[in-house]
């Protein structure tokens, strides 16, 4: 009887102490988690740079004018924010730029080997002056259309006009993030070179 006892008092009392040791250790477990995850975030690696050491056939890195260069914004009629372009000495977004070195060499995106060479999202580029414009055509190794970047002003705002290969304008990229949103619904098409 006295054994019935002590076990109806002992058992509770064991209860409450394995509850309370469960609950100590949930309680440092989110602890130990934070620091895990703050822990796995500083180990992610950084952005990867743009490799400007790459070689490709008949190609060479090249210059990009400095007229084009810097970060240029652009939004359109269903957004109400600006997107930026960075142009760098050697980059236009996160394509590295070349020139082609013997005019006699031919793309061709059929090519099985050349897909194999030239993939990868680098550009190659030519620069020509028109009416007093720059003009900067950019197309990926193995795409049939350029897109043309071409120097002016709208409004007041120095831009850049985009165009594709025939030189048909469809879009500008402004300096200020405003005038980006600003002239976003209107048609660019209505301009003339």
């Known amino acids: 009887m006295k054994k019935k006892i002590l076990t109806l008092l002992l058992t509770p009392l064991l209860l409450l102490s394995a509850c ?5 250790t949930n309680k440092s477990q989110p602890a130990k988690t934070k620091q895990v995850a703050k822990k ?15 070689k490709y056939p008949g190609f060479k890195l090249t210059t990009i004018p400095t007229v084009f260069r810097g970060t240029w914004y652009r939004s359109d009629e269903f957004s109400k924010t ?15 730029v070349y020139k082609k070195t013997n005019p006699n060499f031919k793309l061709d995106h059929n090519s099985e080997t050349q897909n194999k060479t030239y993939a990868g999202g680098d550009s ?15 197309r ?5 259309v350029d897109i043309i970047y071409i ?19 469809h879009s500008a990229l402004f300096k ?8 976003r619904k209107y048609d660019f098409s209505k301009i003339k070179n």
């Open 140 to 144: 990926e190794f193995l795409d049939t």
């Open 82 to 96: 600006a997107r930026p372009l960075t142009i760098t000495q050697h980059t236009i977004g996160d394509s590295v």
């Open 124 to 138: 190659m580029i030519t620069v020509e002056n028109r009416n007093g414009q720059n003009w900067l055509h950019v």
């Open 176 to 183: 200020n993030k405003k005038a980006a949103i600003k002239y």
């Open 151 to 169: 120097t002016g002003t709208f409004k007041g705002q120095p831009c850049l006009y985009l165009a594709y290969s025939a030189g048909d304008i």
């Open 40 to 54: 796995k975030k500083k180990a992610l690696p950084k952005e990867a740079k743009l490799k400007l050491n790459k």
């Open 20 to 24: 309370s040791s469960q609950t100590n």
